[in-house]
């Protein structure tokens, strides 16, 4: 078990980011509220952030999220906020017509945005915007977030690039065009963040059973071909070897044990250990608790 310095190593004055990634149901909501909560008891102003459709942060904090910022009942020096892909995406287009109206587009260069606005990855484009917004404010140390199923992620972290070269080369004849460069510089320079290692850490939670594995490292490897590097595994909901006394329960900690030595092989990021708890991670007292046993406790 790693110590709570490695996630908080290299902490100064600008926001650091924590993400946390993996394969649908593995758990990713439980482990980064858990960490969201411990950073905050630590002492660091910390923003917990969802692009998860499927996440279920209001029953594990026991109060509402919402698209505004909101303060954790029972914890202090932590904020929590959840990112609506279609709500932002409204946002999203407004936004761009707006300005390129400002900008004097003719109806016709008017007519080609708003067609490239309907693209599908409009949402997801949507979501990368708004996740900048958060990403620019200095207010928070760090911002942890409880990201989307495995193939959400890697779309919203590569679409940019190419999302902006698509609207430079539709703009290109626009006298203007410098001024839309500006957004790229924009996303370059999130983009340089997600990229250094002192600024942002890149977890993956699984399950150590073969699907989440092979998925898990599947996306490290993609990940790599945009220049980021995970640097941690969360191995979650491990049993207990003192709980494990019948045959059905040491069977399913000997096929635990031996994935586990798998992945030391399979993936050079170090990997934490969550043990599997007896009650659902639901409130203030069992998130606390279940940091202390995440970051603190070795199994």
């Not at 630590?42 to 919402?66: I, M, N, R, W």
């Not at 029972?74 to 390129?100: R, S």
């Not at 043990?275 to 202390?292: D, N, R, S, V």
Request: glycine fraction near 4%; hydrophobic fraction near 35%; charged fraction near 30%.
């Amino acid at each position: 078990m790693i110590s709570d310095a490695k996630i908080l190593e290299a902490v100064d004055t600008e926001a650091k980011l924590i993400f946390f990634a993996g394969k649908g149901g593995v758990g990713k909501t439980s482990i980064s509220s858990i960490t969201a909560v411990h950073l905050a008891e630590k002492g660091y102003k910390t923003l917990l952030l969802t692009t998860d459709p499927a996440s279920h942060l209001e029953d594990v904090f026991e109060q509402d999220v919402s698209g505004e910022i909101t303060s954790v009942k029972g914890v202090d020096n932590l904020d929590i906020v959840k990112i609506d892909p279609k709500e932002v995406a409204e946002e999203y287009k407004n936004k761009v017509l707006n300005e390129a109206r400002e900008k004097n587009y003719t109806d016709e260069m008017l007519m080609g945005l708003k067609e490239e606005l309907e693209s599908p990855c409009t949402e997801e484009m949507a979501s990368f915007d708004k996740f900048i917004d958060y990403t620019e404010k200095d207010y928070y140390q760090q911002i942890v977030f409880d990201t989307a199923p495995t193939g959400h992620t890697l779309r919203l972290l590569e679409l940019p690039l190419n999302w902006n070269q698509q609207l430079e080369f539709k703009m290109a004849n626009n006298r203007e065009n410098k001024a839309d460069l500006e957004s790229q510089k924009r996303f370059k320079k999130v983009i340089d963040k997600l990229q250094n290692k002192n600024q942002t850490i890149f977890a993956f939670t699984l399950y150590p059973e073969n699907t989440p594995i092979l998925e898990a490292s599947r996306a490290v490897e993609e990940l790599k071909t945009v220049d980021i590097e995970t640097q941690l595994i969360i191995a979650n909901k491990i049993l207990p070897a003192e709980f494990c006394t019948t045959p059905y329960f040491k069977k399913r900690k000997e096929m635990q044990d031996k994935h586990l030595e798998e992945m030391k092989d399979i993936f050079s990021a170090p990997i934490i250990k969550m043990p599997l708890l007896a009650e659902e991670i639901k409130g203030i007292e069992l998130l606390k608790e279940a940091g202390k046993k995440l970051f603190e406790e070795k199994i």
